[in-house]
């Protein structure tokens, strides 16, 4: 059975499915953090089938760019949760309503 | 037929493993499999002949953010279950598939793959790292530089915002301890 | 020669502009000078081009640049310099010049100094583009701008509830001439196809008289707001809650002559329907003798120059509708000198008196204000057309002009009026200056202006003095330009009417100095048996016009309002606007639990955004694919 472009975004999409489920069900700033890195990935692997179906290095071009942003949005992210751990003891989603309206 | 077996394989594997990132309650676990299933995913840039990005992919995934996760955590007090976010687990489910579901059908209309012509097409003789590194060097400078750049900025954006006042622990502290911490002001 | 012209043209802008940076600030001296240099640098310029004109120059035609540009219409900001506006232009800057000094010593005192000159130079701007613009719509603009910044003048103490008041009847007066003047102009475009002048004035030959007549009609309706001519009259006198130099520049010298150079600069059109200029000619002659009479009585110093402003403008309406356009034109620029000197010498008057007005509180004024004096009875002189001061060359040519037309009631009635003239203006001149020195008992203790300000009036001094010698070569200017020509009488017959006039004048004057110059004279209070009758009453309340429009106009249209506000606007319109606020306000109220702060909640609604997003992408792209199919099947519908 020949694996085609098909399958390849069909498995991306699902991946992106559970980021998006993680992203909305869970309450832990960190384990968001894990979902969001999901969808990153997920993205990453359409790109790259993408670019190998296509015989076009761009796909690879931009899944490299986007591992480079994942990279830098950790470290700015884990260093904005723990001082917003320091400050207030929790890293509980619930607790951050200061933008209520 | 040794490709379809590893990409099955390896779909199963990775799903399973970020269907654990975001259920399980347990920090740990989750880190844990999200490990996993970046090594996973890595996989498939295999299958799919990025060598590179498959490198990369372990390197900084599994090397880098991994380990900075597992540093992050240790400020954190991830001993206790992760509690839930209490809501209706079928609007949330529901949105999901939607999203995923809608996303295949743009991808399998024809629409999008009809008229797609390789902007910069891979150069026939040498391995995918090369290639790469041509394109990336060539096409791509300042994107790369802009990014070696921001990565440069995250790096010491992070320390700063982390940094401060490294010496104390919340979790070492007792509750009065931390309230004069919290009145002197000093992270805000 | 152009960049003279742009020179006379954009320096009171200039001006202007930089007076107006000062506004807010306090009174800064050099404002005011700077202002009167760049005016008299117009005045400089003007001059340059008024002796180009007499050398018999071609006149200048510039086209600055295209203002509109659509389809057939075509109109450029053009200026031109031929006889009518080079005359123009020598007295609205040489009056401006004269003001914008004087001015610095009048407002010396005054909080809103710079606004004052920026407000005054964008008078002379305005004014300059009025007479200088080479078709209807750019003398449109000007005349606009002259009424704005005279509403803004008028107003100029805006804290005063009278001078706002005069200020937006002003305004609201001339908006009402301007509706027929712009009738008049949507005539010209539409039946010769152009606004410019020299296009227009050749298209009118072909014409239809009817069309003519129309046109001619409506522009005179404009013309008549802005020269203050009966029934739109009544602004006139309110306007002079202004400060005096505005009195003298704007509603004396300059602003209120627009219509009649209007009528002068369309006198190609107006000579093809001499009807219409008969009616003018006879509103004119009505409006001088209606106006004089109202002077007559008035107990307000700056109201009876303002009624001899109006009277004046009559006289030169009527010398314009006789199509004795080069009189009126110089009766104009005459006029303009020794009104603005009385208006100035008035403006001394209200200084020493503490901005007192009426002038049986004043008297015996000669011993502490000479030179004001000597000015006052000057211009009084020469308003009353006495030999050989200015007022006598220019309303005496008027009176041969209507003679020679064999229009004897015109003439007779002009000539009563010359005698009325001469009456009231010396009967100001005899309470202010002479007899008892009334103002004693108000404890007021007048002094002379100062120099700079006498020394300012002076060339308006020599206008109505010397003019006179002046219409021989004004008139060998203007000869082609306005087809004028001279006025024939039989020698003896002249002569008789040249001393019965005189005669009649001096008898008028003597008789206002016997009546006021002594000491009987009292301040009125209402109880002697002159201020009983009939006559008096009539013409102090100014024929109670005022009165009736108060009655008849402003108080139905405030009844008027007052109905559609309660019933269009509270209950229509501000029902809507409030029916939609409720809304939107109603939806936030209810969205506003979306807003719950919390990120899980958020980014769910996101995803929900996400799909929504999608969901159109899907249906466009497949709109897009089988747009085709689509279109076939919506026409199979009928749609």
Known sequence: MEIGLNHYLVLSTILFAIGLVGVMRRKNLLLLFFATEILLNAVNVAFAAISHYYGDLTGQMFAFFVIAIAASEVAVGLGLLIVWYKRHGSIDLDALTTMKG | ?188 | MEKYLYIALFAPLVSSLFSALFTATPKKLFTGIVASLLIFTSFIASTILLVHILKGGEPIHVTMMTWMATGDLYIPFGFVVDQISVTMMMVVTLVSTVVHVYSIGYMDHDKGFNRFFSWLSAFVFSMMILVMSDNYAGLFIGWEGVGLCSWGLIGFWFHKESATWAANEAFIMNRIADLGMLIGLFLIYWNTGTLQYDGAFTAFHELPAATLTWIGIFLFIGAMGKSAQFPLHTWLADAMEGPTPVSALIHAATMVTAGVYLVIRSHELYSLIPHVGLFIASLGTFVAIFAASMALVNRDMKRIIAYSTLSQLGYMFAAAGLGAYWVALFHLMAHAGFKALLFLGAGNVMHAMHDELDPFKMGGLKKVMKWTWIMMVIGSLALAGVIPFAGFFSKDTILEAAYSGNHMVIYGVLLFTAGLTAFYSFRLVALIFHGEERYKLFGIHPHEAYRFMLWAMSPLLLIAIGAGVLQTPFFDMVEEALNAHEYHIAHGTALIMLVGTQMFVGLAILYAYKKYANSRVTVPDGTSKMENSFMYKLLINQYYIPYAYEEYFVKPYRELSEVFWTKVDLKIVDATVDGIAAIIYGTGEKTRKMQSGNLSTMLTWMVAGLIGLLLLAVVFGLAARYSDEILVFLSALGV
Request: no cysteine.
């Open chain 2, 1 to 188: 037929m040794f490709e379809a077996v590893a990409f099955y394989l390896f779909a199963f594997l990775t799903i399973a493993m970020f269907f654990i990132v975001v259920t399980t309650s347990q920090a740990l676990f989750a880190l844990s499999a999200l490990a996993a299933g970046m090594i996973f995913i890595s996989a498939f840039f295999f299958i799919l002949g990025a060598d590179f990005l498959g490198a990369v992919q372990i390197i900084v995934y599994t090397g880098a953010v991994m380990a900075l996760y597992a540093f992050g955590m240790m400020f954190f007090d991830t001993t206790r279950d992760v509690k839930e976010k209490q809501g209706n687990k079928y609007i949330i489910v529901g949105l999901s598939t939607l999203a995923a579901v809608l996303v295949v059908v743009i991808f399998a209309m024809p629409m999008v793959s009809g008229n797609i012509v390789a902007l910069y097409p891979g150069i026939d003789g040498v391995g995918n790292t090369q290639e790469i590194g041509l394109v990336l060097f060539t096409k791509y400078l300042i994107p790369f530089e802009l990014a070696a750049i921001m990565l440069l900025v995250a790096m010491v954006a992070g320390i700063v915002l982390a940094g401060k006042k490294m010496d104390l622990s919340i979790t070492l502290m007792n509750e009065a301890e931390i309230e004069e911490e919290k009145n002197k002001k000093v992270l805000s």
